[in-house]
């Protein structure tokens, strides 16, 4: 049924006679504009120019078509070139694809819209040449071959985008270098289509979003503002009106009409301090806060006449609708054609039990999505069937994903990523962007580092993601194959083996894939699976050929991910410790208090900050994200010794902290039972600076074996160097997700003299 449809989106491109654009005496090819020609377009000229240039060192005239030169290349969107092509403009109405004729000596790359032109440009590029926009890195990252004539052959074709939003949230915004690689690879929004101020945005015809990100309390509603006169505006919890602060901002009281009234005061004045957006934010904020007043709690009544109890999954997501709702009816009123956009997350990625207005626009967020599979597997099926829920009631969806948020680990996640992109076009949805890590080497966040040697390894699938929102019918593997041709060129096939041992590890750990999901795990594997050396030899292979500068640069990038691994490396070395832990325990002191959970004592409920108690266990503090779930003791049958518990937890740890150095080697290990598949549990170091920031590190955090067991003790153990600026350590044992119960026991924790 889709496959009519779909053969008019994959008209070839068709292969004529070459279009000479610069020969042996130089520039054959004029760039021409018409004189009112939109920002995007003359940006377009300036890249083909420059790129051009780059290729063949020499500049092609930008100019009105009186040069003198044999050809022209004429980029537009004027109405007399689009009814020249009339076909190809039907098909790119209303999208920012583009169309390619030669007409005698004049090569048109035109569309319905100032960004298609642009992105005909990229194509006309990546057709005709081999260049390729592989990562945002300025120094390797675009990769092509220098030559000293180009003819462009591809020149009669007609191409446009699945999805009309296509893009990349960067972590800690984005910057140029990152936005062009996004443009480039034909994206149309980005980290920077949220900022009010971006001048790359108008120049490149990028999409705009007003007031992007978590805002209630923190934009419009602010304690500073609010908070003292009117305590009741804000979320009620164990009793008491809770002030949002700067490290936690809680939620609202959405029931409360005062409230609303102030609200909409706040969205009028921020409507007017920035005018001309399309879409306006309205977003709860980044936790599950939940007003318990009674005006909230109190049960709701449905249009069909039934009543939702506050205990209900939706309830919570219907209260916050009931609230965005009235925003979007007075945005309906006094701003026509304008749409409110909020997040269906957390809590709203339940659908309501209401119908929602027609103006507000749904950013689903699939935060707890397994991108091992698609979204359409079984393994998925809650964010499923969320997204199923969400779909009967609105087309006004923009999926926001996570794919590329992953960790130093080439993380094959392309496949699903293809999968997803191909169900939800087909179900209606157009508009699409997922969050990605930052590879900046001028950058100062917490992640540069991780951003970039996530980068090193993951450069190849988000470049595939990137095309695939384009047109998620075009066969990945395939397309992983044009980006290693066209970088790693002679190594392409040594790296492609290395690629696929890495791909063979991912799907044989049987661990899932979030957005958060540490590497180590998939290391560990290869260590197991005793496919290191395999993996070695494959890039040593490629280490041999012969590369040109930026080939060798993206290779050794690479190969830093193997062969610089402190996993690999920690695997050999956490054998040796073990067996000297094993012959001489009298060197080793276990640094931890209580680490055998023998010493309790009372349960002291609703301390400070908000979601912290004080365990049953003398120096172990247990914490948890959700209000449910119990933190407690057991018996360890094996000795009859006590053992910490936790049931029914989404979110918790155990938690004890220590002062450590830089550079420090530690070894842990404590013992762990799960009761019920598919609960999980961590042994977790995770590490603070001197002002408790949390400290950013690549490897070893989550330590778990490759095997869970069920119904037995297990070990779980980790090796780890206290990373740079660190001199807190956290160690957490706990878990995501669980509904049994989990025992810990005999947790040790020793320092590793050199
Ligand atoms: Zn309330």
Not at 16 to 37: H, K, N, Q, Y
Not at 349 to 370: G, H, S
Not at 744 to 752: G, K
Request: hydrophobic share 35%.
């Amino acid at each position: 049924m889709r496959t009519s449809a779909l053969l008019t989106f994959l008209l070839m491109p068709v292969v004529a006679i070459g279009f000479e654009v610069v020969g042996t005496s130089g520039a054959r090819a004029e760039i021409v504009l018409d004189a009112d020609a939109p920002a995007p377009v003359v940006h377009a000229a300036a890249e083909l120019r420059h790129w051009v240039k780059e290729i063949t060192d020499v500049e092609l005239p930008i100019g009105d078509g009186k040069s003198g030169l044999p050809n022209k290349i004429c980029l537009t969107v004027s109405q007399e070139v689009l009814d020249k092509y009339p076909q190809k403009s039907q098909f790119l109405a209303g999208n920012d694809g583009f169309g390619v004729s030669l007409d005698g000596s004049v090569l048109y790359v035109f569309g319905t819209q100032p960004k298609g032109v642009l992105n005909g440009v990229y194509e006309l590029l990546f057709l005709n040449t081999d260049i390729i926009w592989a990562r945002p890195n300025l120094e390797f990252g675009t990769l092509f071959t220098k030559r000293s004539n180009l003819s462009f052959t591809v020149t009669d074709w007609v191409d446009k985008p699945c999805y009309l939003m296509r893009g990349w949230q960067t972590r800690y915004g984005a910057t140029d270098v990152e936005f062009n690689w996004a443009v480039r690879n034909l994206s149309n929004w980005s980290s920077y289509s949220t900022m009010k101020t971006q001048p790359l945005n108008d120049k490149c015809g990028m999409l705009k979003e007003a007031y992007f990100g978590h805002n209630v309390t923190g934009l419009y509603i602010t304690p500073e503002k609010y908070f003292d006169k009117h305590p009741e505006y804000f979320c009620e919890i164990n009793g008491k009106r809770v002030r949002p602060t700067g490290a936690h901002r809680s939620q609202l009281c959405f029931s409360n009409q005062d409230m609303i009234q102030d609200f909409i005061k706040e969205f009028d004045r921020l409507v007017d301090a920035w005018p001309g957006s399309e879409m306006y934010g309205v977003f709860a904020e980044d936790n599950y806060d939940r007003c318990r007043c009674k005006s909230c709690e109190a049960d709701i009544l449905l249009p069909d006449g039934k009543v939702l109890k506050s205990d209900s999954s939706n309830f919570y997501s219907t209260r916050f609708f009931l609230f965005v709702n009235q925003i979007a009816r007075h945005a309906k009123q006094k701003y026509p054609g304008i749409k409110v956009s909020t997040y269906g997350y957390f809590f709203t990625e339940i659908p309501p039990a209401i119908p929602v207005e027609d103006n507000i626009v749904i950013l689903l967020c699939p935060i707890t999505k397994n991108v091992k599979y698609p979204v359409t597997s079984p393994k998925n099926k809650t964010t499923f069937n969320k997204m199923q829920g969400w779909l009967e009631k609105t087309s006004n969806i923009i999926i926001c994903d996570y794919y590329g948020l992953t960790r130093v680990y080439p993380r094959p996640a392309d496949l699903s990523v293809a999968a997803d992109y191909r169900y939800q076009y087909e179900r209606g949805i157009r508009y699409t962007h997922s969050e990605i890590m930052s590879d900046g080497v001028n950058r100062t966040d917490p992640e540069r580092d991780l951003g970039i040697k996530t980068w090193d390894g993951n450069s190849i699938y988000y470049w595939v993601m990137s095309r695939l929102a384009w047109n998620p019918y075009q066969n990945p593997y395939e397309l992983r194959q044009i980006y290693l041709n066209r970088v790693f060129s002679e190594a392409a096939d040594d790296v492609k083996r290395y690629l696929d041992i890495t791909e063979y590890v991912w799907h044989k750990n049987g661990e899932p894939s979030f957005w958060s999901t540490e590497p180590d795990h998939s290391w560990n594997t290869m260590c197991i699976l005793d496919l290191v050396d395999e993996a070695k030899e494959a890039l040593n292979r490629a280490k041999s050929r012969k590369l040109s500068d930026k080939s060798r640069k993206m290779l050794m990038a690479l190969v830093k991910g193997l062969e610089d691994n402190p996993v690999l490396e920690f695997n050999q070395l956490r054998k040796e410790i073990e067996s000297n832990l094993q012959s001489h325990p009298e060197k080793y002191v276990n640094l931890l208090k209580n680490s055998r959970f023998e010493e309790l004592r009372p349960i002291v409920e609703g301390k400070a900050p908000l979601d912290w108690t004080v365990s049953v266990f003398e120096h172990w503090n247990f914490w948890k994200d959700f209000s449910y779930g119990t933190a407690g003791y057991s018996t360890n049958e094996t000795d009859n010794s006590k053992a910490a518990s936790m049931t029914g937890v989404e979110h918790a740890f155990y938690i004890q902290t220590l002062p450590v150095k830089e550079g420090e080697k530690y070894f842990t290990r404590c013992k762990t039972k799960l009761e019920q598949s598919p609960d999980r549990a961590q042994l977790t170091a995770r590490w603070q600076d001197d002002g408790h920031r949390w400290v950013c590190v690549a490897y070893n955090r989550d330590f778990y074996p490759h095997e869970v067991k069920y119904g037995e003790w297990q070990e779980y153990k980790g090796f780890f160097v206290v990373p740079k600026g660190a001199t807190k350590l956290t160690l957490l044992l706990g878990t995501r997700n669980a509904k049994g119960t989990i025992l810990f026991d005999d947790v040790e924790l020793y320092r590793i003299q050199d």
